[in-house]
Every structure is written in C-alpha cells, then in structure tokens.
C-alpha cells in the first residue's frame, strides 16, 4: 500500500509541471491500478524451532488458467531496507533460517503476483528471543550408579549446532520429572535445574524408573516439549523382605508343581485301568498261548478224523428208541469235536 501511495504522488508532481505530459501520465493509472488486483496470501506465519525459521502462508484463491501465481517474502532490519529472501517461488514457504538474528526485531512480508497481476504486501513482526519456540534437550543419557540415577542432558542446539544457553545468557533451565515404571507418569515427581549432570538419590533398590525431561525458559516463559523417556532400573543389595518374598513364591511353585506331577500320574494309572486292566487269565487258557512244541497234543496231527465211541453205563439203554440213539450219538460227536479243536487249536 505504502508503494501505491508514493507512485500516485509521483505521477501528480509531474503532471502539474509539466502540462504536455498530464494525459500521458493520467493514462498510465488505469493499468496500474489493475495490476493492484491479486487478492493477498492469508494466515501468515512463522513456523519456528530455536533458530529455525520457515514463514509459511496459504493461498486460497483461483486464478486464471493461463496464469502462475509467485510469491516474494522479504525482512526489514532496523527500519532501513528490506531484504528479498524468496522470489518469485511457487512454494507456500521460504526459509528464513540464518538469514535474522535471534536477539533482533524484524518485520516480515510477502506478497503474490503473476505475469499481469500482484497483490498488497501481508505483513508480520517477528522476533526469534521472545517468539520462536524452544526445542527440547537434544539427547538424554540416564544409568545407575552406585543404587542412584545419573542423568546427562545435552542442551538444544541451533542450525549452527551452537548451544541454545549461550544465546539465551544462561535463562535455559530444565524440568526433570521422574516416575517408577508401574506407576503412571502424572504421579511423576518434578525437579528443576540448569545443569547438565544431575543424580537422583534416594531411590527404591533394584526397581525401574522413567525419566523424560523438557527445557524451559523464565524470561519468557517458553516451555518445550517433553523428550523421549528413558527408562532404567536401580542397582544395589536386594531388601530382606524381598528375598524372603521371593523364597516363599518360589515354594509354593515347586509346591504346585509336585502337586501337579502327582495328579497327571493319578490320572494315567486311572485311564491304564479303565482301558487296559491288569487281570490274570487262568492257567489252562495261559497254556493255549505258549508255542506250538508246548502245546498239549491230545491227537496225533496224521489223524485228520476223530473217534469217538458211546459207552452206555444205563440199564435202560436198551429200552430207549431207535431216534433218541441218534440224538445222543450226534451230541457225543459234537461234544468231542469241540474239545478237539479246543485243545489243538
């Protein structure tokens, strides 16, 4: 706006001077107060991480299909030039990492514009000491040591790699919360510090603790995210109460484990009897399953038939009728048959 003003006063200083002139210029203003037509980049921000800065806007608008929309992001420095740091770019983005300093106010801008049209200048005032946002520490090492935690904090860094404390004159302070691994981290216990080596005394013994830690600054009242949890456990003698703890679990396991040893062989003798018991057979019927040689001969293995004769110890045998003879011989056969194969076989 302040570049449409200033063209506008140009255009009349020369015009009233110089008469010849006054309808030259006076057409000149139409076409240049078309090219002011392109609608402006909306939400404009500084996307910023200790000393890393990205402006970033959106452009909503349509444009005509034969048309390219660019963008030019500039910053001013004490109120004397602006500095182009993107232009022409088609990204909705340009970086401004190293281009400001952290300690120092600056004014930021951008604007569109294609082959025919541009926008108005959006502008913001940034400075990186009260607005950027403050990282968290860049590693955490933890260990134990001696039955207490150590815990080793590396400071955020810079683009630069450069240490963030020594661009904030020693304002950086770190929040240490601590827990037990069982617990939940919003039982955590806080600590404040601002040095690098901190120890965690008086600990429980052989027990897991969690620690993450978030970097802050007082000034301003900048906090950072939390960093990763790093988890560890405590070394040192084992308390009585949890060894003798330990030993009663460990009886009753081998208690249960005997027990179960003794119900799973109970069980198997159960099923061996149920499916397959153990009874012994009489002795005439053990003799059938001895060997061939062993087996009783009652008839010579030629005779491939067998004799049998009736012997009649009645007095009434005569008097009986000549089908009962018959039916008596038939079952005296019977009878002998079977006691044959039963005793050769």
Same mark, same amino acid.
């Given at each position: 706006?302040?570049?449409?003003?200033?063209?506008?006063?140009?255009?009349?200083?020369?015009?009233?001077?110089?008469?010849?002139?006054?309808?030259?210029?006076?057409?000149?203003?139409?076409?240049?107060?078309?090219?002011?037509?392109?609608? $402006?980049? =909306?939400? !404009?921000?500084?996307?910023?991480?200790?000393?890393?800065?990205?402006?970033?806007?959106?452009?909503?608008?349509?444009?005509?299909?034969?048309?390219? !929309?660019?963008?030019?992001?500039?910053?001013?420095?004490?109120?004397?030039?602006?500095?182009?740091?993107? *232009?022409?770019?088609?990204?909705? $983005?340009?970086?401004? #990492?190293?281009?400001?300093?952290?300690?120092?106010?600056?004014?930021?801008?951008?604007?569109?514009?294609?082959?025919?049209?541009?926008? %108005?200048?959006?502008?913001?005032?940034?400075?990186?000491?009260?607005?950027?946002?403050?990282?968290? +520490?860049?590693?955490?090492?933890?260990?134990? *040591?001696?039955?207490?935690? =150590?815990?080793?904090?590396?400071?955020?860094?810079?683009?630069?790699?450069?240490?963030?404390?020594?661009?904030?004159?020693?304002?950086?302070?770190?929040?240490?919360?601590?827990?037990?691994?069982?617990?939940?981290?919003?039982?955590?216990?806080?600590l404040e510090t601002k040095n690098n080596l901190v120890m965690l005394t008086e600990l429980d013994r052989q027990t897991w603790y969690c620690v993450r830690v978030q970097s802050r600054d007082g000034s301003h009242k900048k906090s950072s995210v939390f960093s990763d949890t790093h988890c560890t456990r405590t070394e040192g003698q084992m308390p009585?109460?949890?060894?003798?703890?330990?030993?009663?679990?460990?009886?009753?396991l081998s208690f249960l484990l005997v027990l179960l040893n003794f119900c799973f062989y109970k069980m198997i003798t159960l099923l061996k009897n149920t499916f397959c018991p153990a009874i012994q057979l009489p002795d005439h019927i053990q003799e059938l399953w001895l060997s061939d040689s062993e087996k009783p001969q009652l008839l010579a293995p030629?005779?491939?038939? #067998? !004799?049998?004769?009736?012997?009649?110890?009645?007095?009434?045998?005569?008097?009986?009728? +000549?089908?009962?003879?018959?039916?008596?011989?038939? $079952?005296?056969? %019977?009878?002998?048959?079977?006691?044959?194969?039963?005793?050769?076989?």
């Amino acid at each position: 706006m302040h570049q449409r003003i200033s063209l506008y006063l140009f255009c009349f200083q020369v015009c009233f001077h110089t008469d010849a002139l006054k309808c030259y210029f006076l057409s000149l203003l139409i076409p240049i107060s078309r090219f002011r037509d392109l609608r $402006r980049p =909306e939400n !404009v921000s500084v996307d910023s991480l200790n000393t890393r800065y990205v402006l970033r806007w959106d452009w909503p608008h349509e444009t005509a299909a034969n048309q390219t !929309v660019t963008f030019t992001a500039q910053y001013l420095r004490n109120e004397k030039y602006w500095t182009s740091v993107c *232009v022409n770019v088609l990204e909705h $983005r340009c970086d401004f #990492t190293g281009a400001i300093h952290y300690k120092i106010s600056f004014l930021l801008r951008v604007w569109a514009n294609t082959s025919q049209q541009s926008s %108005g200048w959006v502008q913001i005032s940034f400075c990186p000491d009260e607005h950027a946002a403050l990282g968290p +520490p860049s590693s955490l090492k933890l260990s134990s *040591v001696k039955g207490d935690l =150590e815990i080793i904090i590396t400071d955020p860094l810079s683009s630069t790699n450069q240490s963030m404390k020594t661009l904030l004159n020693d304002r950086l302070s770190y929040r240490i919360q601590y827990w037990r691994r069982s617990e939940e981290p919003q039982k955590a216990k806080d600590l404040e510090t601002k040095n690098n080596l901190v120890m965690l005394t008086e600990l429980d013994r052989q027990t897991w603790y969690c620690v993450r830690v978030q970097s802050r600054d007082g000034s301003h009242k900048k906090s950072s995210v939390f960093s990763d949890t790093h988890c560890t456990r405590t070394e040192g003698q084992m308390p009585y109460w949890q060894i003798f703890l330990y030993f009663l679990i460990s009886l009753l396991l081998s208690f249960l484990l005997v027990l179960l040893n003794f119900c799973f062989y109970k069980m198997i003798t159960l099923l061996k009897n149920t499916f397959c018991p153990a009874i012994q057979l009489p002795d005439h019927i053990q003799e059938l399953w001895l060997s061939d040689s062993e087996k009783p001969q009652l008839l010579a293995p030629e005779s491939p038939e #067998t !004799v049998c004769e009736l012997l009649d110890v009645s007095g009434r045998s005569a008097l009986m009728n +000549p089908q009962r003879e018959r039916l008596t011989s038939a $079952r005296s056969s %019977g009878i002998c048959r079977w006691l044959w194969c039963l005793y050769s076989g």
